[in-house]
């Protein structure tokens, strides 16, 4: 599709607040310009038959695809991963650090920031994600707690330096000595946190989301759950109006009615669903190591 201006047409085009049928999208110069039931006889008309043409996605919490992984600290993993999203419709996506020691955290956040700059073909790299070092052995899911570490703005500090302007997420369990003052600087520097891997209870989730905390980590998965003498962290982040809950809702990770229950405590403006993929997205089944 070289032409400056055309036309795509579908079975249905997703809008943000409606979907469109018996209509074609007009592309100007790479953008988006407009929607209508009367194109222009001089432009070509791409026409998909009864697909779908909906936004880009934005996976906000994302690992690795085909072989790569952010931890790998290779630009040429980065390009991998933004290339393989790129061709399932994600346009933009944060990659995400999992537990691995100090110095390769440091290396692989160094490469997100040159990615962040630089930019490979595929989907947009929006910044870094540490998924890491700062949880709790109670619910720490796959990740290895030798690497773990006490909060400390020394280390956040370095790894904020090592992005060198591109981290965006810092994940960690609220029970930790010092959390809540570190969540205060995160926030500071313009970083948001999220909240999983803990054993927090009601009480210290909400104390951290009221410290500027923003919501909860996969909900229900590597945190305390619902227990009706004990709400536990999950409880916390659903009851919370502010509170943003990733979710994988992959059918495996959460029972159907668990999806259900969440959709109505936040609705669609509070819910991030994310993929969550490892190095091992893909790729043909198989055993992979995360």
């Known amino acids: 599709m070289s032409e400056s201006a055309f036309y795509v047409k579908a ?30 006889a001089d432009l070509p008309v791409y026409d998909y038959g009864d697909a779908a043409i909906i936004p880009g996605l934005i996976d906000l ?42 110095q390769q955290t440091l ?15 595929g989907a947009q790299v929006l910044g870094g994600y540490s998924e890491g070092l700062f949880f709790s052995e109670v619910h720490k899911g796959a990740h290895n707690q030798d690497y773990f570490l ?12 090592a992005a060198n302007g591109s981290l965006k997420v810092v994940a960690l369990a609220p029970e930790k000595p010092g959390a809540n003052a570190l969540i205060k600087f995160l926030t500071e520097q313009g970083i948001r946190v999220m909240l999983g891997h803990c054993d927090a209870n009601y009480e ?29 962290c999950a409880g916390a982040v659903l009851m919370n109006d502010d509170a943003l809950v990733e979710v994988i809702a992959d059918g495996v990770h959460l029972h159907p009615a668990i999806l259900q229950l969440i959709y109505k405590l936040k609705g669609p403006q ?21």
């Open 107 to 121: 290396n692989a956040m160094s490469v997100i920031g040159q990615a962040y700059v630089q930019q490979p073909s």
């Open 204 to 232: 210290q989730t909400q104390s951290a989301l009221e410290h500027g905390a923003c919501g909860g980590v996969h909900v229900f998965n590597g945190m305390r759950g619902i227990h009706h003498r004990d709400p536990g």
């Open 61 to 102: 919490h994302i690992h690795g695809r085909e072989g790569c992984d952010v931890i790998d600290c290779k630009m040429s993993s980065i390009e991998t991963i933004s290339c393989s999203l790129a061709e399932h419709g994600v346009t933009g996506f944060l990659a995400t650090t999992v537990t691995t020691d100090w």
């Open 11 to 40: 079975a249905a085009i997703y809008c943000q607040d409606r979907v469109l049928k018996e209509h074609v999208m007009l592309v100007e110069k790479g953008r988006i310009s407009a929607f209508t039931q009367t194109p222009q």
């Open 150 to 161: 006490e909060l400390s703005q020394s280390h956040l500090e370095a790894m904020i330096n």
């Open 270 to 290: 509070k819910i991030a669903l994310i993929s969550d993929c490892i190095n091992a997205g893909g790729l043909n089944d198989g055993q992979y190591k995360l």
